[in-house]
């Protein structure tokens, strides 16, 4: 039996939200050196405007280094029907910051083509397995955005 899907709301919602603002926080006191890596896979911080109240927004992401000034990132949520908000934001606002250790980068967003996500899914699976799981887990087809510095 698959595991359920999050909803996005209550209390393990306010738990996960918790603990992403807490990873931020140690995240950028540490320069990364805490918290920049999860699963066995690098970790970054993405910072978005956000597209209804305008405010800024950070979430630490899995990542996977596309070149020495491009990162791919997976707007899985968990294999969730709805994106995650992050990903929402992005494609309003494409212009962002990542935080890679203790190094800052404005970034310009775009999501990968059906070409180019066909290139980077299999080093993203590799990277973190559970990314396969989601996809299987939607009938949304999970964007892999690709983070270019401005």
Same mark, same amino acid.
């Given at each position: 039996?698959?595991?359920?899907?999050?909803?996005?709301?209550?209390?393990?919602?306010?738990?996960?939200?918790?603990?992403?603002?807490?990873?931020?926080?140690? /995240?950028?006191?540490?320069?990364?050196?805490?918290?920049?890596?999860?699963?066995?896979?690098?970790?970054? *911080?993405?910072?978005?405007?956000?597209?209804?109240?305008?405010?800024?927004?950070?979430?630490?992401?899995? /990542?996977?280094?596309?070149?020495?000034?491009?990162?791919?990132? *997976?707007?899985? /949520?968990?294999?969730?029907?709805?994106?995650?908000?992050?990903?929402?934001?992005?494609?309003?606002?494409?212009?962002?910051?990542?935080?890679?250790?203790?190094?800052?980068?404005?970034?310009?967003? %775009?999501?990968? %083509?059906?070409?180019?996500?066909?290139?980077?899914?299999?080093?993203?699976?590799?990277?973190?397995?559970?990314?396969?799981? /989601?996809?299987?887990?939607?009938?949304?087809?999970?964007?892999?955005?690709?983070?270019?510095?401005?």
């Amino acid at each position: 039996m698959a595991p359920p899907k999050p909803t996005g709301r209550g209390v393990g919602h306010f738990v996960a939200a918790s603990m992403s603002k807490l990873h931020v926080a140690i /995240y950028r006191m540490s320069g990364g050196r805490i918290g920049g890596s999860a699963f066995k896979a690098p970790v970054l *911080v993405l910072t978005t405007t956000g597209h209804k109240t305008g405010l800024k927004r950070s979430i630490p992401l899995l /990542y996977l280094p596309v070149d020495a000034s491009t990162y791919a990132i *997976v707007g899985s /949520y968990a294999g969730s029907d709805a994106p995650p908000a992050w990903a929402v934001n992005l494609q309003k606002t494409p212009a962002a910051e990542i935080q890679v250790g203790s190094q800052r980068l404005r970034v310009q967003s %775009s999501i990968a %083509s059906a070409q180019k996500k066909a290139e980077l899914w299999p080093r993203l699976v590799a990277l973190y397995p559970d990314y396969q799981v /989601y996809q299987d887990r939607t009938s949304r087809d999970i964007p892999v955005f690709v983070l270019s510095a401005a």
